[in-house]
């Protein structure tokens, strides 16, 4: 039987961030360095595969500081974690790696150095996610007030209009996010933020890359997961840009053959916590149904790397 010819137009960038790499650089070297079981605090990273390749390696995942002993070390997920984590590992006197992306450190920074202006901040995010959660609390309760849309901008109770700053998580869409913050300024001219927002350069390098296949494309195949803040918003910045089928898959297994029929061109990306193994995994299940011819679409050109902190490169 022939194969139906199909385009493939394949994102870069695409996958690992700097952020990530040294996330989960952070981790093997700390098992490295201490011997299982190293804790970490949340996914490393949102990605199943990641997870649990790190967990055969000697890491336990869990959930809250509590979950792990005082006397085994402890890393922090990429995502960031409020303040009153590093402050109960330092009461338990426990050794502690915080693996928080610079890039989302950063932005605790810029929020504290409001804050210390006697600004109150309005953080642009989502609600319930580990970042929001970790960047929200680097101030006391009340200090950060949240919105998720254009909506919310209208009712946010702040304490003086005049006294203001705004922050945002890394990983949010691009368009909505020029969308709230020029309600934010419409409705409260006099606050202050950063040039733009704090989206990173990898979501921004990411969705822009989908944005130009999404021209060419009927069908796009993101690689992620469903906690994946950056992942998801690619497969919404896919169907903006009109795709008309746009799908997050976690692994070849995921994808949905009948809503590919009759597709001649198809995007295929990865978030930023996805492996580029698992986008060869799904380039290989194409492969194997349909006469493929495969183009990659470049828009950026990344070259950031971040060091692992130093007490992990120091030998012993
Ligand atoms: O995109 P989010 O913030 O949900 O995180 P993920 O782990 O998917 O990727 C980058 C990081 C950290
Ligand atoms: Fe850092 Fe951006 Fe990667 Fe998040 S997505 S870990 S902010 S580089």
């Known amino acids: 039987m022939t194969k139906p010819p199909l385009t493939l137009y394949l994102a870069a960038p695409r996958g690992f961030c700097a952020g990530v790499d040294r996330a989960i650089k952070i981790v093997e070297m700390a098992i490295e360095k201490w011997g299982a079981p190293v804790y970490v605090r949340h996914e490393i990273v949102h990605n199943k595969y990641v997870v649990d390749d790190l967990r055969e390696k000697g890491a336990v995942f869990v959930e809250e500081l509590t979950d792990c002993p005082d006397d085994r070390p402890v890393i922090f997920s990429a995502h960031g974690v409020p303040k009153s984590v590093p402050e109960e590992a330092t009461r338990r006197q426990m050794v502690f790696v915080d693996a928080t992306c610079p890039l989302v450190s950063k932005v605790h920074i810029e929020a504290e150095r409001h804050s210390a202006q006697g600004l109150q901040i309005i953080m642009i995010g989502h609600a319930g996610h580990p970042e929001t959660i970790g960047t929200m609390g680097q101030l006391p309760e009340g200090e950060v007030l949240l919105v998720e849309t254009v909506e919310d901008v209208a009712t946010v109770a702040v304490r003086d209009p005049e006294k203001l700053a705004f922050v945002t998580q890394t990983t949010l869409s691009v368009d909505d996010t020029i969308d709230i913050v020029a309600a934010l300024q419409a409705r409260f001219p006099a606050i202050r933020g950063p040039h733009k927002e704090d989206i990173c350069y990898a979501t921004t390098n990411r969705q822009e890359a989908v944005k130009a296949i999404a021209a060419h494309a009927q069908a796009m195949l993101v690689v992620g997961a469903p906690n994946s803040s950056n992942s998801r918003r690619l497969v919404e910045v896919a169907s903006r840009a009109g795709c008309s089928y ?63 902190p130093r007490v992990l490169r120091q030998a012993g």
């Open 246 to 308: 746009s799908q997050l898959v976690q692994r070849a297994g995921d994808i949905d053959w009948r809503a590919l029929e009759g597709v001649t061109g198809i995007g295929v990306t990865a978030g930023a916590s996805a492996p580029e193994l698992l986008v060869e995994e799904v380039i290989d299940a194409l492969k194997e149904r349909f006469d493929l011819t495969i183009e990659e679409v470049e828009t950026a050109q990344e070259n950031v790397e971040f060091k692992v």
